[in-house]
């Protein structure tokens, strides 16, 4: 098939999308996602260059800071007076230089830079007086700091804390063994402010940070006040095995994109800087929206007209399909109102005729099935009648025969109570109460004749006593349960029950008689479901399907020697 041809068949608003799709929305697609791409990586690679050169500002400002406590460190790391007074055994000596020396070079260190909050010196020299002020015991350190110290060989190194604790301070520690000593080790450390630090990190973009780490990890200082003192694999996890001056894109630990620089300075320090990639593709994000938003703009104008002429057609093209599918779910009265005269009237019109056809045809053939219905219910009905009036006649001819005539009449008169309750004046459908009634006259016949080996009960809900039911159902159960349960030298006890299961009412009468074999209950319900004629159960069965149903009527359970249980089911109906 060829694309005019197929083209030709679509709807007209198929085709209008179609056109619309191809010549506007597909090449303003494509130009907004040039946009896009070009801005994104233009504002990359702005980025590339910022990080870059924010690095550099900030490795010669640490550069320039730092190199006056490097010139500190290492004056009084070659001081040999204080590496003396650090190193005597003052066991049984006066401490009173030391002392001196102090006051005058110490404190004078601390007075003309104020930045450095203190200085402290840290030995194993045992008998060295500690004044907790410039003087302290080298256990005092953790070994970690003790063990990178010595291994720089007087080269400072930079530690958020040598006690393990986190302070407001920058430690900036050094190994003192300048002049060798087998039995004392000695070092220096300087408390820096830690604002002093920060001021270079800061940072003049939002979606931007940078931190100073040393070699543990903790953050040293940083642009963000709530890192300073926290460890930077809580944003980085990875950070330490990052090659230095390479910027690499990647995850924090809140899954934000990120860009990252290492910058590996002096005295063992790490600086990083990290851009939000999140936020500034969010911003990127904004230029597409602005060309979608005029792409719309454009596309509503172009549109308003076609679209008018489309609701006016599929309006009316929805109320056709409405009413049609409504016909289909057998709604016939539905019909169409203003059908107009062009196509779409014309075929509102066709639907409105063949609603009207079908709706008499269905009429006609329901009323034809009702009257089948019927006269197959009453042709039903009228064979039970004399097929009872049969054994009922020959109920009263034995009795006369054998008793004068004593129980005769009384077995007429119990006949004509039987009909005048099945007759229900012409009624096939009759309440639960009265159908009883026409079993009880049934049972009293039933009585004279078998008074000594015949025992009826029943047992029904006094709920379903007002239910409805078609007639004569209980009747043909316990006359079969008579007929075919009986054993001349035993009492056959026969119990009807009646009771609701939900939306159901239920019959059963059950006998201790003989039963029946199961080859004769598998060929009798056999017949029941093929709905065969007959008289007894297969009539009551039939009746039932015919009223209610297939999924309603006569269920036969029977083993032999222990009896036979008949239940019957039908709609709850107190209506």
């Known amino acids: ?118 200085i402290h010196f840290y030995s194993n020299n045992d008998t060295l007086p500690g004044d907790d002020y410039y003087f302290f015991q080298s256990d005092q350190i953790e070994e970690r700091i003790l063990e990178e110290t010595s291994e720089k060989l007087g080269q400072p190194v930079a530690s958020g804390s040598i006690l393990g604790e986190n302070g407001d301070e920058i430690i900036y520690i050094a190994d003192m063994n300048y002049f060798m000593s087998r039995y004392v080790h000695n070092y220096v450390a300087l408390g820096i402010e830690q604002q002093s630090v920060t001021l270079p990190l800061q940072m003049e973009r939002e979606d931007s940070a940078a931190y100073l780490v040393d070699k543990n990890g903790i953050v040293l200082a940083s642009s963000s006040d709530e890192m300073t003192g926290k460890v930077f694999s809580d944003v980085i996890e990875d950070w330490s095995e990052l090659n230095s001056d390479e910027i690499i894109s990647g995850a924090d630990k809140e899954k934000d994109e990120l860009l990252y620089l290492k910058k590996d300075l002096d005295a063992d320090m790490t600086l990083i800087i990290t851009v939000d990639q ?48 409504k016909i289909g779910n057998g709604q016939f009265e539905q019909s169409l109102e203003e059908t107009g005269g062009d196509e779409f009237g014309q075929i509102a019109e066709a639907v409105n005729n063949m609603s009207n056809q079908i709706e008499g045809l269905i009429r006609d053939n329901y009323e034809r099935q009702l009257k089948i219905k019927t006269s197959e219910m009453n042709l039903l009905q009228e064979q039970i009648n004399p097929h009872f009036l049969y054994n009922a006649l020959a109920v009263v001819s034995s009795l006369s025969i054998r008793e004068g005539g004593k129980q005769t009449v ?140 297939q999924e309603y009527g006569v269920d036969i359970k029977s083993q032999v020697g222990k009896g036979t249980q008949i239940r019957v089911e039908i709609p709850r109906d107190t209506e």
């Not at 911003?283 to 006016?312: D, K």
């Open 1 to 118: 098939m060829s694309i005019k041809t197929w083209f030709a068949d679509r709807k007209f608003f198929t085709k209008v999308i179609l056109i619309y799709v191809i010549f506007m929305v597909i090449p303003m697609f494509s130009v907004t996602v040039y946009n896009y791409a070009n801005t994104r990586h233009i504002l990359l690679e702005g980025s590339y260059d910022d990080i870059r050169e924010n690095a550099e500002v900030m490795e010669n400002s640490f550069r320039s800071l730092f190199q006056k406590y490097d010139t500190i460190i290492d004056e009084l790391r070659s001081d040999r007076a204080l590496n003396t007074y650090l190193s005597l055994d003052y066991t049984n000596r006066s401490y009173e230089d030391l002392a001196y020396y102090s006051q005058t070079t110490l404190d004078n260190l601390m007075v003309l830079y104020p930045e450095i909050q203190w």
């Open 278 to 325: 999140t936020q500034m593709l969010r911003e990127i994000s904004r230029t597409p929206l602005i060309a979608a938003a005029v792409f719309i703009l454009i596309s509503v104008v172009s549109f308003l007209f076609v679209w008018l002429i489309n609701r006016s057609m599929s309006r009316r093209l929805r109320q056709i399909v409405s009413v049609t599918e």
């Open 410 to 549: 009384q077995s007429i008169r119990y006949l004509a109570d039987f009909y005048r309750a099945s007759l229900s004046k012409g009624r096939q459908v009759i309440t639960v109460e009265e159908e009883l009634s026409i079993l009880e006259n049934y049972m009293k016949i039933q009585k004279l004749r078998f008074s000594d080996t015949l025992e009826i009960s029943c047992d029904i809900d006094p709920d379903i006593r007002q239910c409805k039911t078609i007639k004569l159902i209980l009747q043909p159960l316990v006359e079969n349960a008579i007929h075919h349960g009986r054993c001349e030298d035993k009492v056959l006890h026969i119990l009807v029950r009646g009771g609701s299961t939900g939306d159901r009412v239920y019959f059963e009468v059950q006998d201790d008689g003989a039963g029946i074999e199961p080859e004769r209950l598998e060929k009798l319900n056999r017949e029941l479901k093929t709905q065969q004629e007959g008289f007894g159960l297969r009539n009551v069965d039939i009746r039932i399907k015919l009223h209610y149903g």
